[in-house]
């Protein structure tokens, strides 16, 4: 029987580990995967839905672009700029054979800027669509959109040259004939490659939404152009890529409204959001870091950031159903739905235990990453061990209490788990 909850447990924690890591790529593998299952069925779609289909992503990203100025994500907005222009040039442009000179040579340009551009807004700060940054992009597309007109169209044998250097095509391919499976020249090939696999690494380490979007949203546009003769991909994958910008967009602004910025739990709207549909049957456990007015004294603000990120990862683990929030300050909330208090102590004293036998390792000063939200505690390089400790209020929801009520009493039984010495959980 131990051996057995031993086996679920460890299963749960992996199974839970997993569903974490993962979360930020939700989005960028449901475009990849939605594109390349959707793309046989587009051949079938009738005349009708294929026009809509054509003119869908031109709504879609008009709609980004502005949502992303309004709600200050740039670079997802940038993005949209982007997707929005490549699309057009196709639309407009290339809808011609690709084995003449002129028109090849468009379309290998644009094969390799497109997605290099998604590869430079990947790297860029979050600022508004409408700054120096976001200018400064619309210059650098417009330079590459000049360059190639002038270069294609006023520098003699120019197209004939760059489709000769670029001749190569990987996988054997004839690159007069242009129907084939894999239309990006080698040398493009190779750099795609290249920085995809960089983009792969850093979004592995950063595992961040919008950067793991990008960086599908790249690959989208690299796959377009690669399998340019398979009827209405650019429509197809382009919409998919205005869609996955527009819900990492939507997904971002939740997160601003609701998650806490310092420790990542979600927050008080939160909190009170859950407590409008929580039913009648819970309760609320108010969680306080002890002393940490003489813990930021003695040790500094920043390293204070460092153990309230603790803190919150601790209280974060918390079992039986429960869910952490930060209150504000150096408060946390745990919500049992449909649990008695009792039910719920026994994982609060759990939750208690871990963070006070937490060997918390601070580092002086100077020795501080420069990196803000690199963890500082429980490394090597740190040199004094401390320890913290959480006092918790516990309240069952009473009949005709309404959540504020329900609060305030988890407030008072926190108050007394205070005077009763702290690092205890008084109901
Ligand atoms: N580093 C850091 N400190 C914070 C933050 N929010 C609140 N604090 C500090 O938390 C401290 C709370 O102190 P008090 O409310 O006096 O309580 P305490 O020192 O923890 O004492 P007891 O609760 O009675 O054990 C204050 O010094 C605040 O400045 C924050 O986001 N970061």
Same mark, same amino acid.
């Given at each position: 029987?131990?051996?057995?909850? @031993? /086996?679920? *447990?460890?299963?749960?924690?992996?199974?839970? @580990?997993?569903?974490?890591?993962?979360?930020?790529?939700?989005?960028?593998?449901?475009?990849?995967?939605?594109?390349?299952?959707?793309?046989?069925?587009?051949?079938?779609?009738?005349? %009708?839905?294929?026009?809509?289909?054509?003119?869908?992503?031109?709504?879609? *990203?008009?709609?980004?672009?502005?949502?992303?100025?309004?709600?200050?994500?740039?670079?997802?907005?940038?993005?949209?700029?982007?997707?929005?222009?490549?699309?057009?040039?196709?639309?407009?442009?290339?809808?011609?054979?690709?084995?003449?000179?002129?028109?090849?040579?468009?379309?290998? +340009?644009?094969?390799?800027?497109?997605?290099?551009? /998604?590869?430079?807004?990947?790297?860029?700060?979050?600022?508004?669509?409408?700054?120096?940054?976001?200018?400064?992009?619309?210059?650098?597309?417009?330079?590459?959109? #000049?360059?190639?007109?002038?270069?294609?169209?006023?520098? !003699?044998?120019?197209?004939?040259?760059?489709?000769?250097?670029? #001749?190569?095509?990987?996988?054997?391919?004839?690159? $007069?004939?242009?129907?084939?499976?894999?239309?990006?020249?080698?040398?493009?090939?190779?750099?795609? +490659?290249?920085?995809?696999?960089?983009?792969?690494?850093?979004?592995?380490?950063?595992?961040?939404?919008?950067?793991?979007?990008? /960086?599908?949203?790249?690959?989208?546009?690299?796959?377009?152009?690669?399998?340019?003769?398979?009827?209405?991909?650019?429509?197809? /994958?382009?919409?998919?890529? &205005?869609? &996955?910008?527009?819900?990492?967009?939507?997904?971002?602004?939740?997160?601003?409204?609701?998650?806490?910025?310092?420790?990542?739990?979600?927050?008080?709207?939160?909190?009170?959001?859950?407590?409008?549909?929580?039913?009648?049957?819970?309760?609320?456990?108010?969680?306080?870091?002890?002393?940490?007015?003489?813990?930021?004294?003695?040790?500094?603000?920043?390293?204070?950031?460092?153990?309230?990120?603790?803190?919150?990862?601790?209280?974060?683990?918390?079992?039986?159903?429960?869910?952490?929030?930060?209150?504000?300050?150096? $408060?946390?909330?745990?919500?049992?739905?449909?649990?008695?208090?009792?039910?719920?102590?026994?994982?609060?004293?759990?939750?208690?235990?871990?963070? &006070?036998?937490?060997?918390?390792?601070?580092?002086?000063?100077?020795?501080? !990453?420069?990196?803000?939200?690199?963890? %500082?505690?429980? *490394?090597?390089? @740190?040199?004094?061990?401390?320890?913290?400790?959480? *006092?918790?209020?516990?309240?069952?929801?009473?009949?005709?209490?309404?959540?504020?009520?329900?609060?305030?009493?988890?407030?008072?039984?926190?108050?007394?788990?205070?005077?009763?010495?702290?690092?205890?959980?008084?109901?």
């Amino acid at each position: 029987m131990q051996a057995t909850l @031993s /086996f679920l *447990s460890t299963f749960y924690q992996l199974g839970h @580990s997993f569903w974490s890591a993962s979360r930020p790529w939700l989005i960028a593998v449901c475009l990849l995967v939605t594109a390349v299952l959707l793309l046989p069925a587009t051949g079938q779609l009738e005349n %009708s839905h294929q026009v809509l289909l054509k003119y869908l992503p031109y709504g879609l *990203s008009i709609i980004v672009i502005l949502l992303g100025q309004q709600f200050v994500q740039g670079r997802i907005a940038m993005a949209a700029v982007n997707l929005l222009i490549g699309y057009s040039i196709i639309q407009l442009h290339l809808q011609a054979p690709l084995n003449q000179d002129n028109t090849r040579a468009y379309f290998t +340009l644009l094969s390799f800027y497109w997605p290099l551009n /998604f590869f430079i807004i990947y790297w860029l700060p979050e600022r508004k669509l409408i700054s120096p940054l976001g200018c400064l992009l619309a210059a650098v597309i417009s330079l590459q959109i #000049a360059s190639t007109y002038i270069f294609v169209h006023y520098v !003699p044998d120019y197209a004939q040259t760059l489709n000769q250097y670029l #001749a190569l095509y990987p996988f054997g391919q004839d690159p $007069e004939d242009f129907m084939g499976n894999w239309h990006l020249p080698l040398a493009s090939t190779l750099t795609l +490659l290249i920085i995809s696999l960089v983009l792969l690494t850093h979004t592995l380490i950063k595992r961040d939404r919008s950067h793991c979007v990008l /960086f599908a949203s790249m690959i989208a546009c690299t796959l377009i152009c690669a399998s340019f003769d398979s009827n209405s991909i650019s429509s197809l /994958f382009s919409s998919l890529i &205005a869609c &996955a910008l527009l819900v990492t967009l939507l997904f971002n602004s939740h997160d601003l409204a609701f998650l806490d910025e310092l420790t990542g739990l979600p927050g008080r709207r939160a909190l009170m959001n859950e407590l409008k549909h929580c039913g009648k049957h819970y309760c609320i456990v108010m969680a306080d870091i002890d002393f940490f007015k003489k813990f930021n004294d003695t040790h500094g603000h920043d390293t204070g950031d460092d153990v309230l990120r603790v803190v919150a990862q601790e209280l974060a683990k918390v079992r039986g159903g429960g869910t952490a929030f930060r209150y504000g300050g150096e $408060e946390f909330t745990l919500l049992f739905k449909r649990k008695h208090a009792e039910e719920a102590e026994p994982f609060i004293e759990r939750i208690r235990q871990d963070i &006070a036998d937490y060997p918390l390792i601070i580092r002086d000063q100077e020795n501080r !990453p420069k990196i803000k939200n690199k963890r %500082s505690l429980k *490394s090597k390089a @740190s040199t004094t061990q401390v320890q913290v400790t959480v *006092s918790f209020g516990i309240a069952q929801r009473q009949a005709e209490q309404r959540p504020e009520d329900v609060m305030k009493s988890a407030d008072q039984a926190l108050y007394r788990a205070k005077e009763q010495g702290r690092n205890c959980i008084a109901v």
